[in-house]
């Protein structure tokens, strides 16, 4: 049976306020780790069919796992995910005179993107003076396997088992990660292991865990948690246990809705290298996080990411080898030659400093142009 006939209620979260019922939710659908582990073509093929139309899925970890305990392990990325946000709540409710010590919102455009950022450093929908209403923590994923130094930290987050745990969910995500880039990659009919070489582990890329800690406010069109925007990167993994996540379905007239958080599920989403890789062929979507609706208003809102990124020196644009690639850009006007092509690198750097107060915001636009202008008409905010 495919998890998408699954009850939702049955995967609730039983020591939290119920998700509302009467709210619009977004179609993902719910992807098995364990049917990709095992080369299901109908797994296989509806993974394909939610990253091309939404980019957007739910994917089901439990019982998933290859060679035991081995970095490849659902139930093991759950159980850290766990112990993951009991660490964070512990970084992020530090006094804020410490975390600032580690803010990288003044290093400028050649600083550091590791580290704290506080509420209200990042500008919403449009850059016309809203900001926004969370605080986060970045950890490099370099920093943590050894690939370079170690970068100025807390306490609490130079701890070796500490570490070690972030460590341990560092690989067993980026793991999730390359066997989904894996299914993706023979699916654009690229030479075996063409995605994959693109994000090997232990060279150095932005990738990075991320704490989001977003206090409840008084919501109305100008109060946004973190505004609409598409991912930079490559592929996202993302654990919340309240609602507030929300995406906008493409196709005229959508309506922002809801993703419901899912016990034994991450929600991952393709970045905007996915699409410059694809030809537009893989979509990264645009999504945004407002309050928790209904029961769950008033809680202040805890997530965790780890988000996955090309390497460093990787040159963003239209991947060579694939046929498919090949006929999307023979279809696009002007041809794909005559994108401006820069390093991964360069590009998440150019993405976050965008949004931060006092940047030229027209650094951050991602991929999704259309898209972003479209949402800008949306005037419907989910009480």
Not at 32 to 59: N, P
Not at 157 to 186: F, I, M, P, W
Not at 266 to 273: E, K, P, R, V, W
Request: aromatic letters at 6%.
């Amino acid at each position: 049976m495919a998890t998408d006939h699954l009850d939702p209620e049955s995967l609730a979260f039983d020591d939290l306020p119920p998700f509302p019922n009467d709210v619009p939710t977004a179609p993902l659908l719910r992807i098995s780790l364990k049917k990709l582990i095992d080369q299901d073509t109908d797994e296989q093929q509806r993974l394909w069919r939610a990253c091309c139309d939404l980019g957007f899925f739910y994917l089901d970890l439990r019982a998933g796992s290859e060679n035991g305990d081995g970095e490849l392990n659902g139930d093991g990325l759950l159980a850290d995910a766990e112990a993951m946000f009991t660490l964070g709540k512990q970084v992020l409710e530090l006094p804020e005179v410490e975390k600032v010590q580690y803010d990288y919102h003044d290093a400028g455009e050649q600083g550091s993107y590791f580290g704290y950022r506080r509420l209200g450093q990042k500008l919403i929908d449009g850059g016309d003076g809203k900001r926004d209403g969370s605080e986060f923590w970045n950890s490099s994923k370099d920093d943590l396997l050894g690939v370079t130094d170690p970068l100025p930290a807390p306490a609490v987050l130079q701890k070796e088992g500490n570490r070690a745990l972030v460590r341990r969910y560092v690989q067993r995500s980026h793991a999730v990660v390359t066997l989904l880039l894996g299914v993706l990659s023979d699916q654009l009919g690229l030479p075996a292991h063409t995605l994959q070489n693109l994000h090997r582990l232990r060279t150095t890329s932005c990738d990075i865990v991320r704490w989001v800690r977003a206090p409840w406010q008084p919501m109305d069109e100008n109060k946004i948690s973190l505004g609409q925007h598409t991912d930079f990167g490559s592929v996202s993994v993302l654990f919340n246990r309240l609602g507030g996540l929300q995406v906008l379905p493409p196709g005229e007239g959508a309506e922002w809705s809801y993703v419901r958080p899912l016990q034994g599920h991450c929600i991952c989403n393709l970045g905007d290298a996915m699409v410059k890789f694809s030809a537009g062929i893989l979509r990264s979507n645009l999504h945004r996080v407002v309050n928790p609706p209904g029961k769950q208003e008033g809680l202040t809102r805890m997530s965790l990411v780890y988000f996955a990124r090309p390497e460093d020196e990787v040159l963003l644009r239209a991947l060579e080898g694939s046929e498919m690639i090949d006929a999307r850009r023979g279809q696009q006007d002007g041809g794909a030659d005559e994108e401006e092509v820069v390093t991964a690198k360069d590009w998440i750097y150019r993405r976050s400093i965008g949004r931060r107060v006092g940047v030229n915001h027209a650094k951050s636009m991602g991929t999704d142009q259309e898209g972003l202008k479209q949402s800008s008409k949306v005037i419907s905010v989910a009480k």
